[in-house]
């Protein structure tokens, strides 16, 4: 049996030389994307003016930008097509002896990780690429718009903060739940089980998990999106009062705030995935457990079930 820990880390290690390409490709891609505002705004000021040399540079912008995302895209399907399957080979000895309910479940999680590295890092890339970008150009213009950008990345990683242990055991009764499944449709008394009644049984707990993890997602979401809705305002109020601020530099305040605002909500949204992540590496590297249900799960699914749903 493969003794080595099973985690995001020891992906990127297995294979440091192609992770680090399509990071490359991606770094250069958000940060042609995270400029596209900055030079939409300069070719306005140009257009104004007769000055066609900012559209021009707009425009040689945008074809970097197009050519190294489609390569990226190209590389990154067969890149992590391939780490599916090591994984795959990986996996397979540790869950030698286990019920298949919970072998094919784990599985399935254990693609997450490299789904994770596939779409979710990708997100945290452009995430702290465009923030940082958004934030050089606001301090530029005036640093009063830095310092407002600054105070709401802190507040939004502070009302994640608050989710977290909870989305941590939530995502393990959802998996405890799920890996009961094959188990349960491979019992021969299945159909005849009132009539699915086992199984009906099983899906609504699976809906009781999901519903709680969807609505502390809607909490944090809707707390960010009010802080965001205020910062906006804020910059636009500041920008708007400047004195000589001219049409394209309005815009880019707007732009890059609003860039910088889209950033840092998928920063959260990255931190919920990545505490996914956290139970599932857990779960893989258990110990082989050979009963269908564990005493861990069954308690962890008792405790969180008597939980409400929190209001932020």
């Not at 970097?64 to 895209?73: E, K, T």
């Not at 890339?125 to 407002?148: P, R």
């Amino acid at each position: 049996m493969s003794q080595h820990i099973l985690s995001v880390a020891s992906l990127i290690k297995k294979d440091k030389a192609a992770i680090g390409l399509t990071w490359l490709m991606l770094a250069l891609e958000n940060i042609l994307m995270a400029l596209i505002p900055l030079f939409i705004g300069l070719s306005i000021d140009g257009l104004l003016v007769n000055d066609l040399g900012p559209l021009g540079l707009f425009a040689m912008t945008m074809a970097g930008l197009i050519c190294v995302s489609v390569l990226r895209r190209m590389y990154d399907t067969r890149v992590y097509g391939e780490m599916k399957v090591e994984l795959g080979k990986d996996l397979a000895p540790r869950l030698h002896g286990m019920p298949v309910s919970i072998s094919n479940t784990r599985h399935s999680l254990a693609r997450e990780l490299v789904d994770f590295l596939e779409n979710d890092l990708p997100e945290v890339f452009s995430s702290l690429i465009q923030i940082t970008i958004s934030v050089i150009v606001l301090v530029s213009v005036n640093a009063l718009l830095g310092f407002a950008s600054g105070v709401l990345l802190v507040s939004m990683l502070l009302i994640y903060g608050l989710g977290h242990g909870r989305f941590y055991r939530y995502n393990a009764g959802l998996n405890s739940q799920m890996e009961q499944q094959v188990h349960l449709l491979s019992k021969p008394s299945y159909r005849e089980d009132r009539q699915y009644g086992a199984f009906f049984r099983h899906l609504k707990r699976l809906k009781r998990w999901e519903v709680k993890l969807s609505d502390m997602e809607a909490w944090i979401y809707g707390a960010i999106f009010l802080l965001v809705g205020l910062f906006i305002c804020c910059n636009l109020w500041v920008g708007a009062r400047l004195p000589g601020i001219s049409s394209g530099q309005l815009f880019t305040i707007i732009s890059y705030s609003w860039e910088f605002a889209e950033a840092g909500i998928a920063l959260p949204m990255a931190l919920q995935s990545w505490t996914r992540l956290q139970e599932i590496s857990s779960r893989l590297n258990q110990a082989i457990q050979v009963p269908a249900k564990t005493n861990a799960a069954n308690a962890i699914s008792n405790k969180v079930s008597n939980e409400e749903t929190p209001c932020l």
